[in-house]
T-cell receptor, first 112, second 113 residues
Framework: AQSVTQLDSHVSVSEGTPVLLRCNYS??????LFWYVQHPNKGLQLLLKYTSAATLVKGINGFEAEFKKSETSFHLTKPSAHMSDAAEYFCVFMDSNYQLIWGAGTKLIIKP | DGGITQSPKYLFRKEGQNVTLSCEQN?????MYWYRQDPGQGLRLIYYSQIVNDFQKGDIAEGYSVSREKKESFPLTVTSAQKNPTAFYLC????????????FGSGTRLTVV
């Protein structure tokens, strides 16, 4: 069965340091994968998506993610955290019926 | 500006009452979705609709109902049969059911009092 696992429920980094949010998936075929961001009490915004083109995907606000088939991973990174990046981030897998399967989310905390 | 509008932002319901959450989009998207979000969990699909006058149950449809009489509108009714309705509800739309990102509304927080 297809699934997506976000390995950390909370990640805390200092402003100006790198961000790494980890996501692993389970699938028998090459998936479509997405990262969404949600600020408190707001809707979700698409950060980036992977749909079997380039394995390194660049998104908005300086985020990027690399699809690694051998590791079944799609980790989200940013070189330098900003206070405005504090939010919850969701890794999302699209199954063969085009339905979205959501990770449980990772709360990103930015320390001044 | 095109987008999805959910209303109200906050909603309080007495036990035993039905309430309807509004979702309107002006993106000309064919597909629309309702999700429920609880703390510490990913989003769970309640209902989705790929075309007017047609909709399908998602993973947690019990206690909910929807209609899709117009392309722009996909209201969700939380019925008294839903045992634990307090949650954050998100509406989304997409061009079709293909591998594209969804556009989300800003959500409705429903609290049972």
């Amino acid at each position: 069965a297809q699934s997506v696992t976000q390995l950390d429920s909370h990640v805390s980094v200092s402003e100006g340091t790198p961000v790494l949010l980890r996501c692993n998936y389970s699938s028998s075929y090459s998936p479509s994968l997405f990262w969404y961001v949600q600020h408190p009490n707001k809707g979700l915004q698409l950060l980036l998506k992977y749909t079997s083109a380039a394995t390194l995907v660049k998104g908005i606000n300086g985020f990027e993610a690399e699809f690694k088939k051998s590791e079944t991973s799609f980790h989200l990174t940013k070189p330098s955290a900003h206070m405005s990046d504090a939010a919850e981030y969701f890794c999302v897998f699209m199954d063969s019926n085009y339905q979205l399967i959501w990770g449980a989310g990772t709360k990103l905390i930015i320390k001044p | 500006d095109g987008g999805i509008t959910q209303s109200p932002k906050y909603l309080f319901r007495k036990e035993g009452q039905n309430v309807t959450l509004s979702c309107e989009q002006n993106l000309n998207h064919d597909a629309m979705y309702w999700y429920r979000q609880d703390p510490g969990q990913g989003l769970r699909l309640i209902y989705y609709s790929q075309i007017v006058n047609d909709f399908q149950k998602g993973d947690i449809a019990e206690g909910y109902s929807v209609s899709r009489e117009k392309k722009e509108s996909f209201p969700l009714t939380v019925t008294s049969a839903q045992k634990n309705p307090t949650a954050f509800y998100l509406c989304a739309s997409s061009i079709d059911s293909g591998p594209y990102g969804y556009t989300f509304g800003s959500g409705t927080r429903l609290t049972v009092v």
